[in-house]
């Protein structure tokens, strides 16, 4: 298992590290580019965990990550750290498979309901309960997903 630092962003291949445990987590992602993924820690705790794993002081982290989404997203960071990840961390995860989503036109969270309906096989009620979301939200971003790719 490696963790590291990259020039775009944090690079790890730990299994228990995917696209779909950080936006359980985190929520939507703030960018979705074709070299990093942006979340947003809205208590600070995951930053202190990766400034923990990656054997750094906390505040050069949150330095770092706030230089590095800020050349990707215009997001306030005032009141949350950004985290973000070298795009090869969720290679696994069927990233490419969401990047082509947004590609075509897909907003963040259709592309995100259609991949864990249509592609992973979740039920909209179990994926909307596990995104916080109602079962209604969760099928119209599938449905408008469905329209814009026919």
């Known amino acids: 298992m490696s963790d590291k630092l990259t020039d775009n962003g944090i690079f790890t291949d730990h299994s228990d590290v995917t696209l779909l445990d950080y936006l359980d987590m985190h929520g939507q992602p703030v960018h979705v580019g074709p070299n990093c993924v942006v979340f947003a820690d809205r208590d600070g705790s995951e930053l202190g965990e990766w400034a923990g794993v990656l054997d750094m002081d906390r505040s050069d982290l949150s330095g770092h990550m706030r230089e590095l989404a ?7 960071w005032s009141t949350s750290d950004p985290i973000v990840f070298d795009v090869r961390t969720f290679k696994r995860d069927g990233f490419e498979e969401l990047a082509m989503l947004l ?5 963040p969270a259709e592309a995100v309901d259609c991949l864990a309906v249509e592609t992973k096989g979740l039920s909209q009620t179990d994926w909307s309960e596990w995104r916080g979301v109602s079962q209604q939200n969760v099928s119209g971003n599938v449905s408008k997903a469905r329209e814009k790719l026919e």
Request: charged share 35%; glycine share 8%.
């Open 70 to 76: 800020r050349k990707v997203s215009d997001w306030s």
């Open 103 to 107: 590609n075509r036109g897909l907003s």
